[in-house]
Each structure stands twice: as C-alpha cells, then as structure tokens.
C-alpha cells in the first residue's frame, strides 16, 4: 500500500523543520528547541537550563532563516507543478523556464534603487521580481510556442536564452551600482542575506495569495493535461485559466526568489517525486510539491550549511547538484511518459 | 433539434467554412464525410466554440449555442476527439469525471449526483471495469470508449464526434458505431461524426452531409448523398455504388484500379473530372 500522501509529507517536513532549526554552528536539540518555544511563548516557567546565547541564535536567526526556506521551497515546489501542469511538460521549472532569472532581475533593479526607508524597499522588492518574472514568462511562452503547443526543447531553449539574457543583465546593473554591490552579490549566489523576521513578513502575502491561487485552479490544470481544445469543450474558459495560474506561479516564484536568490531544480524534482508515487491528479499534486518543495528545500539549506562548516554555501549549489543528474534522468524518460 | 444556419468560419483571411446549413432532429445521426482537409474536423472545432465563427448561427431549441460561455455550452454540446496524446497517467475513472467539468466548481470536488453520472455514462460504454486502469494502458477501442463515456458523463444533448473509428479495427469500428446509435436513440442525442469512411457512414447515418472544399456538396439520407456521381466527382476517383445485401442503402466499392479506371475512364463509362 502506498503511504498517505498527507501524513508522510507531513511527517518530512516537521523532521526538516526539526533539524533545520536544531542543526548549524551551535547544535540546540529538538527537546530543546520545544522548551524554549514553551517558554517564550507560551509564558511555561521553565527554568532555563541552557546556555543564554541559544536564545538569541534561535529567535533571531535560526527560527526566521528556517521559515523563509520553508517559504521559499513552499512556492518553488507549487509553481513549478503548476508550471509543469500548464505547459503540460515535464521539465518546466521555474530556474529551467527562465521565469526565476527573470525574477531575479526585477529584484536586483530593485535592490539598486535607493528606497527612502528600508521596509518600503523590502516590501516592493516581491513586486519587482513578480514584473520580472511576468516579463520572463511573456517571453519565453512566445518564443517556445509552436502552433498549439510547447515543445521541451524550445521550451528549455528559450528558457536558457532568457536566463542568459537575465543574468548579464543582472551583472550589468550591478557593476553600475557599485555601492549596492555587494548587497546584490551576495543575494544572488542564493544567500538569505537579509536576516530576521523582515523578509518572512515580505514574503508572506505574496506567496499566500499565488499558492492559494494554484490550489483552487488544480481541477482545471486537470483538464488542461487534455489538450487546451478538449479543455475548452469541457467547459473551462482556458485563456483566463492560462493568465492565473501563469500569474499566480509566477508571483509564488517571484517572492522565493526575491528573498532567497535564484534556486533551481526544487520546482523540478518535488512535483516529480509527488508525481511518480501519488498520480497525476493536481487537486493532490499541488498541495503535495508544496509541502515535499519545503522539505526539500529545507534539507539542501541542512547541508549547504554544515557540509563546509563553519562556511556556509550558497543553497542554490546544492539543489543544482542534486537536481542537474535528476534533471538528466527525466529528460530520458520523458521520451516515453509512461508515468506523466 | 439543432439547426446550423449558414455557418462560415475563416482562418486568417481565408474561408474554411463557407454557408453550412444542416438540420438535425433529436435521436438522429449526421454524418460528415468528404476528402482530407475540406474542413470537416474545422466544423466540429467550429461547433465546439473552439475556432471562433465568422457569421451564422447555431441554434439548439432556440438557443444560439455560439453566443455562450464554454461553461453553458458544455452542458448542452459534447465533443469526443481522437483518442490520440491523452495524458495517460490519469484512471479511466478521473478521465472520465472531468465530463462533469461545466457541473463542478472551482475545486472539482463531485458530489454524490456527479459520481452517479459517471458510474451511468461507464455503465453505458462498458467501461466500468476498466475504471482504476490508467488512460495510457488501454487500447485505441478502449480509450475511445473512455472518451465517449466522458461526453456521456456532461449530460449534453448534442453529441459531436470527431473521425471516432480512424484507429480502430472492424471489430471495434461498429462496436463503437452501434453504441452511439443505441445511445442516441435511448437518449435522444443529437449527433453529428465526422467519418472517414463512406460504407460506416452509410449504414450508421440517418443523414450524411458531403463536403467538398468548405463547402457541403450534398447532404440527406445515405442513398441520395452517396451515389457514385457525387462520390466520383468529389473523390476524383471512379466508385461503384451497390446496394448493401441485407440492408439495401449504399455500398461503396472503389474503381480505381489503375489500368481498368483509365480505360473506363477512355471509354466515357465514368464522367471524366478534373483532377
């Protein structure tokens, strides 16, 4: 019998939040980690039996770093499924597709600007990275379509041409703003460089409103795995269709990558993972990738962080890493979609 | 009863369909056959609403069907298409639910009477013990079974076929073509196929509509549209037509073989057309 879906992916992901929040430089065990939550919020008179500097490791960085990258692995794992589903093609990503270079470009213009006060620029930083990554969308959508549909390879070729495109002009617009450098450097080699509960907050409403946006259009992305014409004559007014769940992936990604820099192949392997095990139904697989998207996230963040302790890399290596031979072997197998 | 009134569509600057006007009465079946590229999967797309119309009217008991929403035409018009890329991970008994697409809400959640039209629409087409196979392991004949119980399962009137015996072989051809005639006749369908082959279509329609460049060369009952004059000069290819032995409409035989057709063809037996 196949596990339930719910309550394993359920079960991963609090073992990821676990460890995420117990594992770094210091290492608070889970036991812990609940008696100081018990403690702080709760108001419990425990007496604190461990060392005053955990307090402020996790409350300041460890809780908020690990619920941006649950954040984060929430919208990569629910966009690309929905991106999957819309090109009813196996290896659209939002990194694959373009979309999250294009993001990532709305964001660094973004960060080279001088807001008047920090919060505004934080705030309107999502948005930027969602009109970059519209844009992104746009184009490679237009460029990979032939006649009705959207073959892999121009899909997969666009997609690395935007990026290209992107990522020079990513480099140009921060080589202009030398000031702003190194803030936009770090930010794109995948590092959550603005720490604390700020960017959580920023986040937030962005990537609630594309997430519960795909749930409720999951029925329709199964009628769309029919073709757009069969679709349309079951019922489904697929140009709106098409335009919100385009615009929901695409601001979930947007506010992923606005704050985490570009990540790839999370979007690819978790609906994949989800795919193969539970079917193809996308009132499930949505959910699902974005749940198994967290965990991991979250798990490639555990190892980007301890593997060359005390030096921290950039998650965005590790998930391309792990994700490039998956990525290989779906490309081989998606001559025969036996499972898709 | 459906009424198609002079129905023209264009694809860029040209004209696809040109003044189509057809009638077809509750219970009965259309059949559209006519050479490759004359527009005949063109007319079902055009029905569908799928390919936008350029002028006419398609009224089913008084409603323009082209004036509404996919949704509304849903309930009242379903295609089965050619069973060819369809996603094959899905079970006969999801493929099958999204019939009830135009019936359900945002989150596709069925309710008890959307369950009872499905396990109906399989019952129908003898699908349902095929219900938790999975769309990609079945054989053309079963998932164009699957496909018809999907367009049973939208609970329409009119029923539109699109070349539904193409992949099939004997066996499976009037199979199928016996149930959709015993559905439409339980059900009271309307129903319009496209078909391919002339013979299927004789014996299967009530109507046939032969069409020729955008156009409908001849349409009523099977022995009037498929004679060997019309069939000839629309096919450029010399037929005999017989009367079918038990039924008596019309058999159509090809009289092309090379040598005998051109010497027929010399001796002014076929009219001679442009080729």
Known sequence: MKPHPYLLNLALLVLAILLSIGVGAVFIPPTTVARMLAARLA???IVPDWPESFASILFKIRLPHTALMLLAGAALGGSGAAYQG?????????????????????????????WPSEMLGMYTLPAF?????????????????????????????AGIAFSAFATSMMSF?????????????TWLLGGAIMAGWKPVLAMLPYELLGLATLVICAHALNVLQFGEEQAQQLGLPIERIKLLVIGAASIATAAAVAFTGVIGFIGLVAPHVVRLVWGPDYRHLIPLSILGGSSALLAAD????????????????????????????ILRRARTQAYW | MLNIDSLTVACGNRIVLEDLTMTIPPGEILAVVGPNGVGKSTLVRALSGVQPSLRGQVILDGRDLTRLSPMQRARLMAVVPQARELPGAYTVYQT?????TPYLGWLGNAGRSDHTAVHQAMEQTHTLDLAERCVGEL??????????????????????????????DLQHQSNLLNLVRKLAQEKNLTVLMVLHDLNLASLYADQVALMVAGRIHAIGQPSEVLTSENLTSVYHVPVIVIPHPEYGKPLILPDGLVGAASKKLQAGIVPKVDV
């Open chain 1, 43 to 45: 108001g419990f008179a």
């Open chain 1, 86 to 114: 819309l090109f009813r093609n196996p290896l659209a990503d939002p990194y694959l597709i373009g979309v999250a270079s294009g993001a990532g470009l709305g964001a660094v213009f973004a960060l080279t600007i001088r």
């Open chain 1, 129 to 157: 990275a969602f009109f970059g990554a519209t844009l992104s969308i746009t184009v490679v959508y237009s460029l990979a379509r032939i006649g009705r549909a959207v073959p892999t390879t121009t899909l997969i070729l």
């Open chain 1, 173 to 185: 617009l921060m080589l202009r703003a030398n000031t702003e450098l190194r803030r936009a450097l």
């Open chain 1, 302 to 329: 555990m190892l980007a962080r301890t593997v060359l302790a005390p030096q921290t890399l950039p998650v965005g290596i590790v998930t391309a890493l792990a994700g490039a031979p998956f990525f290989l072997w």
């Open chain 2, 96 to 100: 099958v639910m999204l019939g009830r």
């Open chain 2, 139 to 168: 054989s053309g004949g079963e998932q164009q079974r699957v496909l018809l119980a999907r367009a049973l399962a939208q609970d329409a009137l009119v029923l539109l076929l699109d070349e539904p015996t193409t992949h099939l």
